[in-house]
């Protein structure tokens, strides 16, 4: 069994737009991954978009965090675990 790392990780294009990570950046933190994810989320505005597909039923006096926060902590997270 290979424990090689792929050269390169090519993610789905949407709105034309290609997002492709390899790993030949040289000496890089190990924290780098979210930190390039949530650029990546910031510049097309998927966590917004998520949040948008939801009703948020929740009382606002309730609530601590946006919905769009959530998303964007929910699905980081299950990005860094794929």
Excluded: K
């Excluded at 009382?59 to 965090?65: A, K, L, N, Q």
Aim: aromatic residues 8%.
């Amino acid at each position: 069994m290979s424990n090689s790392t792929p050269e390169q990780l090519r993610f789905l294009t949407i709105e034309g737009l290609t997002v492709c990570a390899d790993f030949d950046g040289g000496v890089l933190p190990s924290d780098f991954g979210p930190l390039l994810l949530s650029g990546i989320d910031r510049q097309i505005d998927l966590s917004q978009r998520l949040a948008n597909a939801f009703i948020d039923r929740r009382h606002s006096s309730y609530t601590d965090h946006e919905l769009r926060d959530l998303m964007a902590q929910t699905h980081l997270s299950n990005w860094l675990w794929l």
